[in-house]
């Protein structure tokens, strides 16, 4: 019912070079490469900061608002919120934007975790990536809260951050350095027919 | 191209079941084998093609004809589990269990998704496992495994999990009910649909079928709880930029296409049509769906 892309943003690209993940291009050194994917040591948006319990309902309620405008989207209660959004180590993390004099919760920004096993290479065993899961901005420009994403993955010391082409992805990958993916990702309904959507029609994040 | 097999597996040979390798190559001569390589829009799906899905080549209105293709009666749905070729067994695979855990940790570790050059593989953690299965309102008869009888080795796995979908608006449900704009939050948060994940079948038993036997029967279960709708997708292994992302005019490209991002698609353990299809009849050289 929808076919999307992954983009693919380096976040540590000599690992990725060495593993053969990504190549160095011609006439590219691995310092120019490894600069020109730098980024700031900490995020920019103020009131940013790992998301907790009592920030739930608010958060699950904007998320729910904000999903019901794509085609194909789920609802969360706020049970299913908690579980898919509280952080976890090595699983999700999850961040959102406290205002700093309403003290209402903004924005939220999550990604969760899912490495792979780096096969035959002697040097490293695995390959640590980000995804990114739900995110609404309402406070925040989505490209400034996406790039801070980018910035706590790498602290988190992940070495690439991945995003489909879903949601409203497509107005950041391109600014943010997102290099596009080989290949499709097709999402199916089994007894259900519906009309085929764009990518940035579908509002669901599959893991 | 295959040819239609519909034959149930033939017994299997009794008295070969040892241990390891035997014990699985035994396994084995119980199982139909399909050389296929069917692929295309023109291809002949032997399981799919029996199933309430949209036809490859099939186009959609842009409205009018959304809501279940098949409506079952859930007084039809078979009570009783499907059969699995001899020499296996179901088994629920319980999370909770660290030990059990670990076992299916160890099946996806070893046999999940990875890119055509076998050079990255799928690596969900157990956290990550219990995160992604035990979501509010979970059934643990919904992780379904495989286990060889003789050794009882986790072989196989399907799971799903329940969560609520909204499709243009409509709830994603058996009985299409009226569309109201305004109700999509406030309506009760019933799990309407499973996600369906986490498909694997062990390197050695590719190609045996036993795929569209887990498909059937995970089906079945969820059925059998009165859910009639399911949603998934194909989690390819991608990797690499094929073009070089954003970047000033002046200067040279970042990334070059690296020669081995070939259209080509290996064993996939998940949840969707092609991946299915790829898991069940082992081939690896069928082209994306387009």
Not at chain 2, 74 to 85: C, I
Not at chain 2, 207 to 218: F, G, N, Q, T
Request: aromatic share 10%; hydrophobic share 35%.
């Amino acid at each position: 019912m929808a076919r999307c892309r992954y983009w693919h943003r380096s976040l540590n690209p000599k690992k990725l070079i060495e593993v053969g993940f990504s190549r160095l291009a011609p006439r590219m050194t691995m310092t120019r490469t490894v600069k020109l994917y730098g980024l700031p040591e900490a995020p920019s948006t103020r009131g940013l900061r790992p998301m907790v319990a009592a920030d739930c309902e608010e958060a699950c309620a904007a998320l729910n608002k904000h999903l019901m405008k794509y085609a194909i989207a789920p609802q969360l209660s706020e049970a299913e919120f908690k579980h898919w959004l509280l952080p976890r180590t090595d699983v999700i993390y999850s961040f959102v934007v406290e205002h700093p004099e309403t003290h209402k919760i903004t924005d939220m920004v999550s990604f969760y975790s899912l490495p792979s096993s780096v096969l035959g290479n002697e040097k490293h065993t695995q390959l640590r990536a980000a995804y990114c899961y739900y995110v609404f901005a309402n406070g925040t420009k989505l490209l400034d809260l996406m790039q801070d994403a980018l910035i706590l993955a790498k602290t988190h010391h992940f070495d690439v951050f991945n995003a489909l082409d879903i949601l409203d992805n497509e107005t950041f990958l391109k600014e943010l350095k997102f290099g596009i993916g080989d290949g499709h990702l097709q999402y199916y309904m089994y007894n259900w027919r519906c009309a085929n959507v764009k990518p940035n029609q579908v509002g669901l994040v599959l893991l | 191209m295959s040819e239609p097999s519909g034959k149930k597996p033939a017994e299997n040979p009794e008295g070969q079941v040892a241990t390891g390798k035997d014990a699985i190559r035994a396994a084995l001569q119980g199982v139909q084998i399909d050389d296929d390589d069917a692929s295309g829009a023109d291809a002949k799906h032997l399981f799919w093609d029996t199933q309430p899905v949209p036809g490859l080549s099939e186009d959609f209105p842009e409205d009018g004809r959304m809501g279940p293709i098949d409506h079952t009666d859930l007084a039809a749905v078979r009570k009783e589990p499907y059969t699995l070729p001899a020499s296996f067994q179901w088994t629920d695979v319980n999370l909770d269990s660290d030990v059990e855990c670990k076992e299916l940790y160890t099946l996806l570790h070893e046999n999940y998704v990875e890119d055509g050059d076998q050079m990255f593989r799928f690596d969900y953690s157990m956290p990550f496992l219990r995160w992604a299965l035990q979501p509010p309102g979970y059934r643990p008869e919904w992780f379904v495994g495989v286990r060889v009888a003789q050794t009882q080795k986790l072989v196989a796995f399907i799971a799903c999990t329940p969560a609520l979908l909204y499709c243009h608006g409509t709830r994603v449900q058996p009985s299409q009910p009226e569309a109201k704009e305004d109700e999509a939050t406030s309506s009760d948060d019933e799990p309407s649909v499973v996600e369906v994940n986490f498909l694997c079948v062990h390197k050695k038993l590719r190609s045996k079928r036993l795929a569209p036997v887990l498909i059937k029967e995970i089906t079945r279960r969820v059925n059998v709880c009165g859910i009639f709708q399911a949603r998934a997708a194909r989690p390819r292994f991608l990797r690499a930029p094929a073009r070089p992302p954003a970047r000033p005019p002046a200067r040279p490209p970042l990334t070059a296409v690296p020669p081995f991002l070939r259209r080509r698609r290996t064993r996939r353990g998940s949840c969707c049509r092609s991946r299915w299809r790829a898991a069940g009849t082992g081939t690896a050289r069928s082209t994306p769906r387009s």
